[in-house]
């Protein structure tokens, strides 16, 4: 029998194990999770069933309360504190307390962590939903979209290649090295601290904490003023989870607050995160400057959307809407910048206009409605500010989606959904990041123009690229700069959570998300040690050893040479760099760069030949002084 049929059938019956082990349900608990208060609308008190008005012309903070409202029908959710510098401090300082336990678990513990979230998370996908909807007014498929699948496809991801990417790393250690073992070490950096924005409250909260989380951090988020109440909602569950697993108890924890407490929170932690506006994103730039806490900024965008003349219209239109319209608009990487070929200009607009024609804008849960209202108070006088801006210059609006039945005092949350045409970046809509409904379309007429105008915005954040060639659409998005690129689909990016994700430019830097991601919560340590441990050592004897083998070892400074097609095994003794240094010590150094990193064999061989004279010579010289004393 050949010996490999012992092997096949070894590899299949291992097969088949793996397979029958994949019908076992893993053993992960059910957590509780109250969730009494922020059910659906028909249970609200006394207290909280008005409609809120916020104060214009002023900010909450003087409150001391952050102040939660609906934004779809302006309903009062409630208030939580704005903490005091001082409160955050003490909520990282128990932080850091717990962490110094939990960098102890291990990697199973943390996984079990990460299973019994997504159990819950796949068990509520409604209740998730409808809190996130309450608290920001988008859609329940939106929220199902951008906060559900995203979560667990991080998740699943961390199960499935997290452990690999924190265990230790080998790595050469080149050729005057040879002796020596190198890799690179993953530890948990400490607290890391989290500045989230309101658009995706649960998916904003768990991304930064399930990095932190599984690499060994402790970590604390501040979230936004504008999702409070769904923020810590959220965090309850967090909690239940650790608790499942005996994670110490503030190991994690979600304030609420203003500026005061997100600049207090940089000032505190060890690495900082922060997801938000280029405004923003340079203050936290500046406050954590002053302690070197190291950052990563995620900012704004003004994603270009090209279409190329061959690429599918039908196809492209519809993912062209849902870039638009996907939570109102209000995404950090939406299409907000349309290029089409002029050859397709009128056929794809014409395509655009009918979807969004289609489109009913309206309260996400008290009707079935494509899409829901704007967070932000005042935002749609900012959005029709750029709108009238365009018009102005010649734009023309195309098509305006329709409004359901919207409650009178919530009639300025909601925007349109506008498709604009004949705009130019002489406009507004075309320069500066406008997180909202709105569709602006500009002709194009080659590849070259239209990768100039891709690149004619501060921000850098993604692109998306469509062709019938799949080569051109790979060589146009390659001349984009940016950090972020789909290839005939827009956003698919950051479905691959094996990748890292962020941009260049006003769009920020560094990464979150990814391996990259993942290991910017480390402290990333180099370590070397010796390979042959304790045969070879990295010291300055007396004794100096030759050998005819045309290969040195050298324990000195650490020289060690190996000679591609020479063995090496000896030792060898840097005497001339040892104290008081030998007069010709400099010329010896020279040899021994060449012998180690000359480009060519000859030469290597030629500066071996000068090194070992060297020697030799020191060799010789010893021996003399020996015999005078």
């Known amino acids: 029998m050949p010996f490999w049929w012992p092997l096949i059938v070894l590899a299949f019956a291992y097969a088949i194990c793996r397979f029958l082990l994949m019908l076992i349900p893993p053993n992960v608990p059910s957590i509780d999770v109250d969730a009494s208060d922020v059910l659906a609308h028909g249970k609200e008190t006394e207290e909280n069933s008005f409609i809120y008005i916020p104060p214009r012309g002023r900010s909450q903070q003087s409150d001391k309360k952050v102040q939660c409202y609906e934004p779809a029908t302006m309903k009062y959710l409630g208030y939580f504190p704005a903490l005091s510098p001082a409160e955050v401090k003490e909520r990282v300082t128990l932080s850091r307390k717990a962490q110094k336990t939990w960098a102890q678990s291990s990697f199973k513990v943390r996984r079990q962590f990460l299973r019994i979230l997504l159990k819950y998370i796949i068990e509520h996908q409604e209740l998730i939903c409808e809190v996130s909807s309450r608290d920001t007014g988008k859609t329940m498929v939106d929220a199902s979209l951008g906060e559900i699948m995203t979560t667990c496809e991080k998740i699943t991801w961390l199960l499935s290649e997290g452990e690999r990417w924190l265990k230790p790393e080998s790595r050469s250690s080149g050729r005057a090295m040879l002796h020596k073992v190198s890799r690179v070490e993953f530890h948990p950096l400490g607290v890391i601290g989290a500045i989230v924005p309101w658009n995706y409250p649960f998916h904003?909260?768990?991304?930064?904490?399930?990095?932190?989380v599984f690499s060994g951090n402790g970590i604390v988020i501040k979230v936004s003023e504008h999702a409070s109440w769904s923020g810590c909602f959220y965090f309850r569950i967090i909690q239940a989870a650790l608790a499942a697993v005996g994670a110490p108890e503030n190991l994690v924890d979600v304030i609420t607050g203003f500026a005061e407490t997100g600049e207090a929170l940089v000032s505190s932690v060890d690495k900082m995160i922060f997801v938000g506006s280029t405004a923003v994103g340079k203050m936290i730039m500046r406050n954590a400057a002053e302690t070197l806490t190291p950052v990563t900024l995620e900012l704004g965008g003004k994603d270009a959307f090209i279409i190329c003349e061959d690429a599918d219209i039908s196809h492209v239109a519809q993912v062209a809407v849902r870039g638009t319209l996907q939570s109102s608009g209000q995404n950090c990487a939406g299409a907000e910048r349309f290029y089409v070929h002029k050859d397709i200009y009128t056929a794809f607009v014409s395509q655009v206009t009918k979807i969004v024609k289609s489109v009913s804008a309206g309260p996400p849960l008290t009707g079935r409605y494509d899409m829901g209202a704007i967070c932000l108070q005042e935002h749609s006088e900012n959005l029709q500010n750029l709108v009238n801006d365009a018009l102005d210059k010649r734009?023309?609006?195309a098509v305006r989606g329709s409004f359901g039945h919207l409650g009178e005092d919530a009639v300025d949350q909601y925007f349109p959904p506008t498709v604009l045409i004949n705009v130019n970046h002489n406009m507004k809509i075309m320069k500066e990041e406008a997180f909202g409904p709105i569709m602006p379309i500009m002709q194009f007429s080659t590849d070259e123009e239209v990768i100039k105008l891709a690149n004619d915005s501060r921000y850098a954040l993604g692109c998306a690229v469509f062709s019938g060639s799949k080569r051109r659409a790979k060589l146009i998005a390659s001349q984009i700069q940016c950090g972020v690129a789909a290839i005939n689909d827009f956003a698919s990016n950051y479905m691959c959570q094996s990748l890292p994700f962020g941009g260049?430019?006003?769009?920020?830097f560094g990464r979150f998300a990814g391996i990259e991601g993942l290991r910017a919560c480390c402290l990333v340590k180099s370590v070397v040690e010796d390979r042959f441990w304790p045969l070879i050592k990295t010291k300055i004897p007396k004794p100096i050893q030759a050998s005819f083998s045309f290969t040195i070892t050298k324990i000195s400074n650490s020289y060690m040479l190996?000679?591609?097609?020479?063995?090496?095994?000896?030792?060898?003794?840097?005497?001339?760099?040892?104290?008081?240094?030998?007069?010709n010590a400099f010329e010896f150094q020279e040899a021994l760069v060449e012998t180690l990193y000359g480009l060519n064999i000859w030469d290597r061989l030629r500066s071996l030949i000068d090194v070992l004279k060297f020697l030799t010579d020191q060799s010789s010289h010893a021996g003399r002084t020996r015999k005078s004393h």
């Open 504 to 508: 260049v430019k006003d769009s920020g």
């Open 204 to 212: 904003n909260i768990f991304n930064p904490m399930l990095a932190a």
């Open 395 to 397: 734009a023309e609006i």
């Open 562 to 583: 190996l000679h591609s097609s020479f063995s090496v095994n000896m030792s060898l003794v840097m005497v001339k760099l040892q104290y008081p240094v030998a007069e």
